[in-house]
Each structure stands twice: as C-alpha cells, then as structure tokens.
C-alpha cells in the first residue's frame, strides 16, 4: 500500500469522524428544551464507536501488511545467508578432497568423484541465490582440474553427478555449464559394472 493510498484512507476516516460528531450535535439538538431523548446521544454515541473501530482497524490492516512484507524479507535474507553457508562448506569439502588426491588410501577415482561431487554442489547452492559469479569460478576450476578420459567411476557415482547437475537453477546463466555436462558424460565407466550391467538379461 503506497503513501497516497494511505493520505486517503486518513481522509476518509476524518470525515467520517466529523460525520459522525456533527450527527451527535443534530441528534442532541431538542425543539423543546424541557424534553431529552436518550436515545439519540446513544445512537450518536454508537455511531462514533463504530467509526473509531473501522479506523482502528485500518490501522491494524497496513500495520499487518507492514509485517508481513518484513517477514518476508527476513525469510529471504535467511535463505541467502543459509545457501552461502553451503556454497561455502561444499567448496571447502572439494578443496579437502582436491588436496587428498596423493595421499589416501581411497582410491584416485573415489576421492576424485568426491571432489567433482562437492564442487557441482557448490554450484548448484550459489544458483539457488543466482550467484553465477561463484558457479562461473568453480565450473571454470573444474574443468581445469579433471581429465575425464583419465577417470573412471561406477554408473551410479556417475549419474549422481547428472542427478545434481539437474537441479542447478537457471543453467543457460551458469557460465562454462554445457562444457562441464560434455565434460563429465566422457568420464568412463568402471569395467567391473560395464561387464556385469552386460552379463544382465
């Protein structure tokens, strides 16, 4: 509700507010002065308790209105603050597994899958709260750092990745996202599942 649209409804309600006063004066007003009906000042009387209560409530309406709408942005500024907070924390997690590449006693393809795995998360919560800043760097690294003619994962590792990577929000404005798709479909998969998924009817 704009400043005008309130300026009017004050208006409105002094009007009545004098409306409602003068039709206690007329009301009260007696041709005989020996004669006073009681009637009258109760009617006037209703008359303003009514106009006070349809202002008052009004005022509760846009007061209401006010409190909604600062509800509302304290909920989105929670749910930024919340999607950062794990856009941050997944890409410490990749940064974890980047650096445990050499010395673990996973297997480079393991730790290698998590890596990629934390890192699409990371782009997959910063487009949530449309930081495509954020999802250009990490898709950007990402295909900086993975070689997927030299990686091999198990088909569901995999299509966890595809999994995720579909619920990236507004993908056409994540820089370098068509790359990083055509980049992981040419990761292989493991020999174990392939000869097993064929040796099925």
């Given at each position: ?15 009545a ?61 929670m ?37 990629i ?9 910063a487009?949530?709260?449309n ?8 898709a ?16 569901s ?26 980049c ?18």
């Amino acid at each position: 509700m704009n400043k005008n649209s309130n300026i009017l409804i004050l208006i409105i309600s002094t009007a009545a507010l004098l409306i409602s006063i003068a039709a206690i004066f007329i009301s009260c007003r007696q041709i005989s002065p020996l004669r006073f009906d009681y009637t009258e000042i109760l009617v006037g009387a209703l008359s303003l308790l009514v106009t006070v209560l349809v202002g008052w409530n009004i005022y509760a309406l846009i007061d209401i209105k006010e409190m909604r709408k600062q509800i509302v942005n304290e909920r989105t500024l929670m749910y930024y603050e919340s999607e950062n907070n794990l856009t941050q924390i997944y890409l410490g997690l990749s940064d974890y597994y980047y650096s445990l590449l050499v010395k673990s006693e996973q297997t480079v393809d393991e730790r290698l899958y998590k890596y990629i795995f934390f890192r699409i998360s990371c782009i997959l919560h910063a487009s949530k709260i449309n930081d495509f800043k954020t999802c250009e760097v990490v898709a950007k690294v990402l295909l900086e750092t993975i070689h997927p003619e030299d990686i091999e994962m198990s088909a569901s590792n995999k299509k966890n990745l595809f999994d995720l990577l579909s619920f990236v929000n507004s993908p056409r404005q994540v820089p370098h996202f068509s790359e990083l798709l055509h980049c992981l479909a040419l990761i292989r998969i493991a020999d174990s599942e392939s000869s097993d998924r064929s040796s099925q009817p």
